[in-house]
Every structure is written in C-alpha cells, then in structure tokens.
Nanobody, 123 residues
C-alpha cells in the first residue's frame, strides 16, 4: 500500500498563492504518476494536475492551466501543487492520489488517496 499525507492548505485572499505538499510512503516503487484533485461541496471530484514520477511529464485541465503548477521531489517522495492567482472558485478540499498507469484526469485510474487538505479563497 501507499500512504499519502497532504499539507499546506489554508485560508487565502483572492489573487494570493499557496503551495500544497503531498508526501508518499510505503510501496512508492509502484507509483507511475501522482495527481491532485479537488472537491467542492455538492460537486464531483475534479482533476487539477498530474505528473509522471519518472519523466516529470505534466497535465492540467483548462480551468487551472497557467495558474497551477505540479512538481515533484523524487528523493523525498513528495509532490507539490503551486497555486497562483487563486480565485474563490478554487475553494475546495484538495486531494493527492497515486496511479500505476496514468497522469491523466481519470479518477478511476488512481489507487491511493490522501485525506485531503482544505483550501478556502475569500473574495
């Protein structure tokens, strides 16, 4: 199994920046990619960024491209989500997850999930 622990969430004003971290432990050799998702109250879980563990290839949906950047530190088994120019609609619980197959946004391809960290953006 893989254990994931997110950190870095909080309350920010619109236009601000925030960095989330996700530390992986356990069977990390099985990880092909990691992704960040978010879920706002009453909404479905939404993909916001993915990165392959080896090459570092990244993917983003249009909604966050240019504002969010995913990166990784392989030595520390940690993935980061840098969020700039935050908007109130970015308010959600943010989750990191691991995949053995893809860095795309298909939630069904992700095996292990963290407990989530709350990000709240005020206007």
């Amino acid at each position: 199994q893989v254990q994931l622990v997110e950190s870095g969430g909080g309350l920010m004003q619109a236009g601000g920046s925030l960095r989330l971290s996700c530390a992986a432990s356990g069977r990390t050799f099985s990880i092909y990619a990691m992704g960040w998702f978010r879920q706002a109250p009453g909404k479905e879980r939404e993909f916001v960024a993915g990165i392959t563990w080896g090459s570092g290839s990244t993917s983003y949906p249009v909604s966050v491209k240019g504002r969010f950047t995913i990166s990784r530190d392989n030595a520390k088994n940690t993935v980061f989500l840098h969020m700039n120019n935050l908007k109130p609609e970015d308010t959600a619980v943010y989750y990191c997850a691991t995949s053995r197959t893809t860095a795309s946004g298909d939630v069904n391809e992700y095996d292990y999930w963290g407990q989530g960290t709350q990000v709240t953006v005020s206007s």
